[in-house]
């Protein structure tokens, strides 16, 4: 069975990327398409530039008991980066015998709101990248 992967990337647009989620998620319990479209989504940090990285700093909290230690480890705990790359990556298994299921599915998830605008690509097998892609998919969480 070959598989065909869509590639789409939203830059920081964290709400396009869960709305993207939540779609494939209706698709997949409305359509039964458990194991046919698969997907997963990958964020990568952006490195901040020499000037605005800061250096942890080691400082133990001045009051005594559990309630300094959970407002230090508060206060320490960085808040979650807004400037992730994510990027989501849709694979799609269809059988031999369902050719035409296949062939809509890939023109129309790109077509849909939430991707139109996520510079969608489409990588079926014999593609340059589509064994980079298939890694790149495998060793995704």
Same mark, same amino acid.
């Given at each position: ?15 396009? &990327?869960?709305?993207?989620?939540? %779609?494939? !998620?209706?698709?997949?319990? +409305?359509?039964?398409? #458990?194991? @046919? $479209? /698969? ?28 309630? &300094?230690?959970?407002?230090?480890? %508060?206060? !320490?705990?960085?808040?979650? +980066?807004?400037?992730? #790359?994510? @990027? $989501? /990556? ?41 064994? +980079? ?6 060793? /995704?969480?």
């Amino acid at each position: 069975m070959a598989h065909i992967y869509l590639h789409f990337d939203f830059a920081n647009d964290e709400e396009k &990327a869960q709305q993207a989620r939540h %779609k494939l !998620e209706g698709w997949k319990q +409305a359509f039964r398409l #458990d194991k @046919k $479209l /698969l997907y997963k989504l990958e964020r990568t940090a952006t490195t901040p530039s020499d000037g605005e990285a800061n250096p942890a700093k080691e400082e133990k909290p001045k009051g005594k008991g559990k309630t &300094a230690t959970k407002s230090a480890a %508060k206060a !320490e705990a960085p808040p979650p +980066a807004a400037s992730d #790359d994510i @990027k $989501l /990556l849709v694979r799609l298994a269809f059988s031999g015998h369902e050719k035409l299921s296949e062939q809509r599915w890939v023109q129309r998830i790109p077509t849909e709101e939430p991707f139109r605008e996520a510079s969608p690509a489409v990588v079926k097998p014999g593609d340059a990248n589509f064994e +980079a892609t298939e890694k790149q998919f495998d060793e /995704l969480a």
